[in-house]
């Protein structure tokens, strides 16, 4: 703790670098997860539309060892390399621009507690930010495809990016694509795992007896990864994205299909409204799919989103409080 005459602070590359080497991290130890996550949903629609076969996968530990057996350990990673791509720069900048805003705000000599509703517009503030110079990242980890590196259009980011102009043929704009989308839920996921965080962790530390150490932070970050996907599973796509991309290819991911489709694929699976004609807008989508299929249909998938969400917030938040104690300095009030 800092002396009456000094206060502890870290710069803003310091705070980027810290908030980056955390979400990747955070990206390396989860992705199974994910990678099971998606396998279970291109089953439950193949099943669904061809009403044959058993099930390969079934649950979300017994799809993890089941890809283990058959594909190799390396097979739960597919994808990482795009994931610590978008991480890097979408991770860093949300997480680390967070405290500025809330600093630019309320000044950086602000004594006392901030609302949480002065603490979700920073989260929103900055999610919206950070995915609107991300989002190229977004689209490249979409579109990720492993089959390519014999022309090694997927060995870096820049690499994937320049065989999208070329296969493709589009301006710098493209890689824009689905940013509406993107930011409205990137935007609110964030500010519910930033600011829940924030205010979860301030509460418990008014406790007696607690102190800001790791209970504190997995305890902080377990109510991040809930309230998050009770928050963004209304605005998530990935159940949509799932059911659009097992109807392009039932036996891939998505993520492995050609580039020359993977423009026009991912304006489509955005959203659900972007995937189905009968959906006039956004607003359209969530109030025909509450009318037609009920409340319970926002948060399809609950369980395994908040076993991913979950962890992936605790290992982040618990790394980049250890990462930030060796960047932060005191400075003289």
Same mark, same amino acid.
């Given at each position: 703790?800092?002396?009456?005459?000094?206060?502890?602070?870290?710069?803003?590359?310091?705070?980027?670098?810290?908030?980056?080497?955390?979400?990747?991290?955070?990206?390396?130890? /989860?992705? %199974?997860?994910?990678?099971?996550?998606?396998?279970?949903?291109?089953?439950?629609?193949?099943?669904?539309?061809?009403?044959?076969?058993?099930?390969?996968?079934?649950?979300?530990?017994?799809?993890?060892?089941?890809?283990?057996?058959?594909?190799?350990?390396?097979?739960?990673?597919?994808?990482?390399? %795009?994931?610590?791509?978008?991480?890097?720069?979408?991770?860093?900048?949300?997480?680390? &621009?967070?405290?500025?805003?809330?600093?630019?705000?309320?000044?950086?000599?602000?004594?006392?507690?901030?609302? &949480?509703?002065?603490?979700?517009?920073?989260?929103?503030?900055?999610?919206?930010?950070?995915?609107?110079?991300?989002?190229?990242?977004?689209?490249?980890?979409?579109?990720?495809?492993?089959?390519?590196?014999?022309?090694?259009?997927?060995?870096?980011?820049?690499?994937?990016?320049?065989?999208?102009?070329?296969?493709?043929?589009?301006?710098?704009?493209?890689?824009?694509?689905?940013?509406?989308?993107?930011?409205?839920?990137?935007?609110?996921?964030?500010?519910?795992?930033?600011?829940?965080?924030?205010?979860?962790?301030?509460?418990?530390?008014?406790?007696?007896?607690? /102190?800001?150490?790791?209970?504190?932070?997995?305890?902080?970050?377990?109510?991040?990864?809930?309230?998050?996907?009770?928050?963004?599973?209304?605005?998530?796509?990935?159940?949509?994205?799932?059911?659009?991309?097992?109807?392009?290819?039932?036996? /891939?991911?998505?993520?492995?299909?050609?580039?020359?489709?993977?423009?026009?694929?991912?304006?489509?699976?955005?959203?659900?409204?972007?995937?189905?004609?009968?959906?006039?807008?956004?607003?359209?989508?969530?109030?025909?799919?509450?009318?037609?299929?009920?409340?319970?249909?926002?948060?399809?998938?609950?369980?395994?989103?908040?076993?991913?969400?979950?962890?992936?917030?605790?290992?982040?938040?618990? /790394?980049?409080?250890?990462?930030?104690?060796?960047?932060?300095?005191?400075?003289?009030?």
């Amino acid at each position: 703790m800092a002396d009456h005459g000094s206060r502890t602070d870290i710069s803003f590359y310091w705070r980027f670098a810290s908030s980056a080497i955390a979400a990747c991290f955070a990206e390396f130890c /989860t992705i %199974p997860l994910d990678t099971a996550k998606v396998r279970l949903q291109l089953q439950k629609k193949a099943v669904a539309g061809d009403a044959v076969g058993v099930p390969k996968y079934r649950g979300m530990l017994g799809t993890i060892l089941t890809i283990f057996r058959e594909e190799g350990l390396t097979a739960l990673w597919t994808g990482l390399v %795009p994931g610590l791509h978008r991480q890097c720069l979408y991770g860093g900048l949300r997480i680390g &621009l967070y405290e500025p805003v809330k600093a630019f705000f309320f000044g950086d000599s602000f004594v006392g507690d901030i609302s &949480l509703i002065k603490k979700i517009l920073a989260g929103l503030i900055t999610g919206a930010l950070a995915i609107t110079v991300a989002n190229p990242t977004d689209l490249v980890k979409f579109a990720f495809n492993p089959s390519q590196t014999s022309t090694g259009c997927t060995k870096t980011l820049f690499r994937s990016i320049g065989c999208l102009f070329q296969n493709n043929q589009t301006g710098i704009g493209s890689l824009w694509t689905g940013l509406g989308p993107n930011i409205a839920r990137n935007a609110i996921i964030n500010a519910a795992e930033l600011a829940s965080y924030d205010h979860i962790k301030q509460t418990i530390l008014e406790i007696p007896g607690f /102190t800001d150490d790791i209970f504190t932070h997995v305890v902080a970050g377990l109510g991040a990864g809930f309230f998050a996907v009770c928050i963004g599973s209304p605005v998530d796509v990935d159940q949509d994205h799932s059911q659009l991309c097992s109807r392009h290819n039932r036996d /891939t991911r998505v993520m492995f299909m050609p580039w020359s489709e993977a423009i026009g694929f991912y304006k489509q699976v955005k959203s659900r409204m972007m995937g189905d004609s009968s959906y006039k807008s956004t607003l359209d989508c969530f109030i025909k799919t509450l009318k037609n299929e009920g409340p319970l249909a926002l948060y399809k998938g609950f369980i395994p989103n908040f076993v991913r969400l979950g962890s992936w917030n605790v290992i982040m938040f618990l /790394t980049l409080e250890q990462v930030k104690m060796f960047f932060i300095r005191e400075v003289p009030l």
